[in-house]
């Protein structure tokens, strides 16, 4: 038992008033504290955005060319990462419990590219998600889908689990291969998946107007990376989205399929931490590449 504290000289600053200061993230203020804890694993409070390293591919493609041996490629771009994005599978099999930075779980799943992807239900229970230490969950929403209105209650459903535990939860805007990928489209669906309480929505960049896209969503939007660019485009893809108001990118083919994804993963976080020019990180990229 220790002693009673019976000092009389105790500092308690009345004239100085507690500071109580606003969380980082944009909309995220009234979160409860454990969730602003994730998200702060996922967000780098020092520049209040993220590089997501996404590799969670094989949940419906199996192994994806990068991926084919998720330790030998992977791995190593890890330190480079602020966040991985995985399912629990790859999660368990290959990433060293060591990682101690954000991880969000790939959280629905069903069909293959055999079959209509839309089709998802939810592939994870919040006591899973908890063992596992995640900073949220990803839920892919398919608006204008076949399964729409599933993938929606996907989301909601995985939002109630997740706000019960203080998971935050990653909306995934899922667009369908026929339909327009524009900022009208963007809109609506990133809008829909705050407005029915995600944390936060991964979406793609479009060239046009993708500042509306980011204006109308009141939480934090970040990019994926979709298909394999030259990685000049995909820097300068990275740099207009930041500018452009994202909150940084979930970043997978673009990183582990070029030819050098070490120097690439650094290139895009001097772009999403730092807003350098993509010139200047291009010349990073060609640089640490040569160097090795
Ligand atoms: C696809 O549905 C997966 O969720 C990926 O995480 C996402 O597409 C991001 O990866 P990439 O940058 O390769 O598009």
Redesign the pocket.
């Known amino acids: 038992m220790p002693e009673a504290d019976a000092r009389e000289d105790k500092n308690f600053h009345t004239g100085v008033p507690q500071k109580s200061e606003g969380f980082f993230l944009k909309g995220s203020n009234a979160l409860d504290w454990g969730l602003k804890n994730r998200l702060a694993r996922i967000f780098d409070p020092s520049s209040g955005r993220t590089v997501m390293l996404?590799?969670?591919?094989g949940?419906?493609q199996g192994p994806?060319t990068g991926l084919e041996r998720v330790d030998l490629s992977i791995v190593p771009l890890l330190p480079h990462s602020d966040t991985l994005?995985c399912t629990r599978g790859i999660l368990r099999s290959v990433i060293p419990p060591t990682y101690t930075k954000g991880i969000v779980i790939?959280a629905s799943g069903g069909p293959s590219i055999l079959k209509e992807l839309s089709d998802e239900e939810l592939a994870i229970s919040i006591e899973e998600a908890i063992r596992l230490n995640v900073s949220a969950m990803?839920v892919?929403v398919f608006i204008g889908g076949e399964h729409e209105t599933r993938s929606v209650h996907n989301l909601t459903r995985l939002v109630d689990m997740g706000n019960g535990a203080g998971i935050a939860t990653l909306a995934?805007t899922?667009v369908g291969r026929d339909m327009v990928r524009d900022a009208k489209y963007m809109r609506l669906a990133c809008r829909i998946c705050a407005e029915l309480g995600a944390s936060y929505v991964?979406t793609?960049f479009v060239d046009e107007d993708f500042e509306t896209v980011t204006a109308s969503c009141p939480i934090p939007i970040v990019i994926?990376?979709?298909?394999?660019l030259p990685e000049r485009a995909a820097l300068q893809m990275a740099y207009d989205a930041i500018q452009q108001g994202a909150a940084g990118?979930?970043?997978?083919?673009?990183?582990?399929?070029s030819e050098a994804p070490i120097a690439m993963i650094q290139a895009v976080r001097r772009v999403v931490h730092e807003s350098e020019k993509p010139d200047v990180a291009y010349e990073y990229f060609l640089d640490s590449k040569d160097r090795g």
Do not use: E, L
């Open positions: 996404a590799i969670d591919h949940y419906f994806t994005m790939r990803a892919q995934v899922a991964k793609y994926a990376g979709g298909k394999k990118v979930d970043m997978g083919r673009n990183i582990f399929q």
